[in-house]
């Protein structure tokens, strides 16, 4: 997405068609469209003949542009997971690991980023009951393996906003779910996360319809993507209608919810109300 949207940049800048640069790399108009909205893959050839066509002469420049082109050919870590995981959720897993922000809102689960290792094995469980114990821990492997992106030298910030229910919900059991409060405790004092709490003495809120996340990017080019999961699919949101919809239920929950200072004292007041020790 980035790398097409650098690509995109340069050829309005230059003034030339894409039907123009289809040409030059013995393509169509079509195939620049979907290169320029990153959703094919990348010919290093193509990319070295489109950035002469758009005047890209320095070398240190060309090769910055070829190093993207080459690492968005490059398969992510998650294709090592490829036998348990779906091909609709590896478009989010690269999504997310790009993002300079995540906006999540929960209603049902603790959110996967923010999960301990038992309260993800039991939530694998919920829907997989009938695995053996090796794709279960493979399942659970993937999710630990996602979270560390919030451990980069530069993370992206993550701002979650949980329904009170998803806390209540006795996943795994009261061990589990005391373990899971607590880390989530510990979380909130990262400066790069923020979680808010929807009480339920807030009634009906913004986002009735379920969960859903929206991603932003560092580069300003790059449109948010809303991610809305289901059973055995999930919605990819990028028109202008959509995101300022989603973008809006956000900011409302986000009013609703009890301010990210309360956090701390509501998650300790839950986990010893519901889960003591």
């Given at each position: 997405?980035?790398?097409?949207?650098?690509?995109?940049?340069?050829?309005?800048?230059?003034?030339?068609?894409?039907?123009?640069?289809?040409?030059?790399?013995?393509?169509?108009?079509?195939?620049?469209?979907?290169?320029?909205?990153?959703?094919?893959?990348?010919?290093?050839?193509?990319?070295?003949?489109?950035?002469?066509?758009?005047?890209?002469?320095?070398?240190?420049?060309?090769?910055?542009?070829?190093?993207?082109?080459?690492?968005?050919?490059?398969?992510?870590?998650?294709?090592?997971?490829g036998d348990v995981l779906p091909s609709w959720f590896q478009s989010y897993l690269g999504l997310e690991a790009a993002a300079a922000l995540i906006r999540s809102y929960e209603v049902q689960f603790v959110p996967g980023l923010l999960q301990t290792r038992?309260?993800?094995?039991?939530?694998?469980?919920?829907?997989?009951?009938?695995?053996?114990?090796?794709?279960?821990?493979?399942?659970?492997?993937?999710?630990?393996?996602?979270?560390?992106?919030?451990?980069?030298?530069?993370?992206?910030?993550?701002?979650?906003?949980?329904?009170?229910?998803?806390?209540?919900?006795?996943?795994?059991?009261?061990?589990?779910?005391?373990?899971?409060?607590?880390?989530?405790?510990?979380?909130?004092?990262?400066?790069?996360?923020?979680?808010?709490?929807?009480?339920?003495?807030?009634?009906?809120?913004?986002?009735?319809?379920?969960?859903?996340?929206?991603?932003?990017?560092?580069?300003?080019?790059?449109?948010?993507?809303?991610?809305?999961?289901?059973?055995?699919?999930?919605?990819?949101?990028?028109?202008?209608?959509?995101?300022?919809?989603?973008?809006?239920?956000?900011?409302?929950?986000?009013?609703?919810?009890?301010?990210?200072?309360?956090?701390?004292?509501?998650?300790?007041?839950?986990?010893?109300?519901?889960?003591?020790?």
């Amino acid at each position: 997405m980035l790398l097409g949207a650098q690509l995109r940049r340069l050829r309005e800048a230059r003034g030339v068609t894409r039907e123009g640069a289809g040409w030059e790399i013995r393509s169509s108009e079509s195939k620049i469209s979907r290169m320029e909205l990153g959703r094919v893959g990348f010919k290093e050839r193509d990319v070295a003949d489109l950035l002469s066509l758009y005047g890209v002469t320095d070398a240190e420049e060309r090769e910055a542009m070829l190093k993207l082109a080459r690492d968005a050919n490059s398969p992510g870590w998650w294709h090592r997971y490829g036998d348990v995981l779906p091909s609709w959720f590896q478009s989010y897993l690269g999504l997310e690991a790009a993002a300079a922000l995540i906006r999540s809102y929960e209603v049902q689960f603790v959110p996967g980023l923010l999960q301990t290792r038992e309260y993800a094995r039991a939530v694998v469980l919920l829907g997989h009951r009938s695995a053996d114990t090796e794709e279960i821990e493979r399942r659970v492997c993937l999710r630990m393996r996602r979270q560390e992106l919030l451990r980069r030298p530069q993370p992206p910030q993550l701002w979650v906003v949980v329904d009170e229910a998803a806390l209540r919900r006795p996943i795994g059991g009261a061990e589990v779910m005391r373990g899971q409060l607590t880390a989530l405790i510990e979380a909130t004092r990262s400066p790069h996360v923020r979680l808010q709490i929807i009480p339920f003495d807030a009634g009906g809120h913004a986002a009735a319809g379920g969960a859903f996340t929206i991603l932003r990017f560092g580069d300003q080019d790059l449109p948010d993507i809303v991610y809305i999961e289901q059973l055995t699919s999930a919605l990819y949101l990028d028109k202008r209608e959509d995101l300022d919809y989603y973008a809006a239920a956000m900011e409302r929950l986000c009013v609703e919810a009890e301010p990210p200072e309360r956090t701390r004292e509501l998650l300790a007041r839950l986990r010893d109300e519901l889960y003591p020790q």
